[in-house]
């Protein structure tokens, strides 16, 4: 028959001095190796934080420890509790944990696109083939300094049967002035174009003033050089000078020819022209024309070229081009509204 677990009031109690005494002489050397142990260890920095165990690691050293306590017995349990304390505590000062980064509470930077945008492709421009041949530059106009002269409406006149009434008049107007003159036939050159339907050649400009031999004028021109010496070279060598004029050296009349550099018929050849050269004085002073002539000189031939503009329509001399540098231009060329050209 089994006995009762529950003790006996009559059965006196054992006395449990021995366990006590292992126990407390447990609890007695638990701390002095816990003490030597901290001692040996170095002293971390209170500041280091100690990371807690895992849950799992956690459980299962607890697992482990109560086992170990049930098979040690009631006897070493607070004496084991303490011991597995010390250790987890130096074990966490041996291999602290490193501390969990700090998150970022940056919360203004941008967030990654989910896809990143491509560009739009540029169309492809086609570029200019070029050219199967470079293009030619124009073509020169023909020169205009050849033998070929522009057209003039005088080129075509001819004398008629009988003298037209203006060329008689102007005849009658000559011999009033005094002007010596005898009639010349018909200057005209179909391939050149120059003409001269009544020509006459002169021999003097009025009373007692000579010109050079074969002075071949038309009427017109010679009236306007007799008047010309008349009106405006004898009153100037009388004022400059003290002297008559006596004479004028002609250098060019009637010339059937273009201008010079061409393009056009010069208006020697319509005998509408007369080139002088000098002038010679009753008192046998010869006056040049050219570039740089004496004072008293030049002042005589500046008066002669300023008073030539007006009674003519070209005037040209020193100064003028290189043809002109050494006689004066005097012509009738037909300009609009009737200008004149004098340089």
């Known amino acids: 028959m089994e006995q009762p677990l529950t003790l006996r009031a009559d059965q ?57 306590r049930k098979a040690a017995g009631p006897k070493d349990a607070d004496a084991s509790a303490r011991i597995d304390q010390e250790k987890s505590r130096q074990g966490k000062r041996q291999h602290p944990e490193p501390s969990a980064p700090e998150l970022s509470t940056d919360t203004n930077e941008p967030e990654a696109p989910a896809a990143v945008p491509i560009p739009t492709q540029r169309p492809d421009i086609a570029e200019p083939e070029p050219p199967a041949a470079a293009p030619k530059p124009p ?25 037209p009434a203006e060329e008689v008049a102007c005849r009658e107007r000559l011999k009033t002035l005094g002007v010596e003159f005898e009639e010349h036939k018909a200057e005209h050159d179909a391939e050149i174009g120059c003409s001269i339907p009544y020509p006459i050649i002169m021999k003097t400009l009025g009373k007692s003033i000579g010109i050079g031999a074969g002075a071949e004028l038309n009427c017109r021109m010679a009236e306007a050089a007799a008047r010309f010496a008349a009106e405006v070279i004898q009153p ?40 002088i050269a000098s002038f010679t004085l009753s008192d046998g002073r010869t006056i040049q024309v050219g570039p740089v002539p004496p004072e008293k000189d030049a002042n005589f031939l500046n008066t002669i070229r300023k008073a030539a503009c007006g009674p003519f329509k070209t005037v040209l001399g020193p100064g003028s081009d290189p043809d002109h540098a050494l006689h004066f231009h005097f012509d009738l060329e037909p300009r609009r509204n009737g200008g004149t050209f004098c340089q």
């Open 12 to 68: 006196p109690l054992r006395p449990r001095s021995k366990h006590r005494v292992r126990s407390r002489g447990k609890q007695h050397i638990a701390p002095k190796l816990a003490q030597q142990q901290t001692q040996e260890q170095p002293t971390l920095p209170a500041d280091v934080p100690v990371p807690e165990p895992r849950p799992a690691e956690a459980q299962k050293a607890d697992t482990a420890t109560m086992k170990e």
């Open 139 to 163: 073509e020169k106009p023909a020169d205009t300094h050849d033998n070929k002269m522009l057209p003039d409406p005088r080129s075509a006149e001819l004398p008629a049967d009988k003298m």
């Open 236 to 275: 100037a060598a009388k004022a400059e000078f003290g002297a008559d004029l006596k004479s004028i050296a002609q250098a060019s009349a009637f010339v059937c020819r273009p201008r010079n550099g061409g393009g056009k018929l010069s208006e020697h050849a319509f005998g509408n022209a007369l080139d």
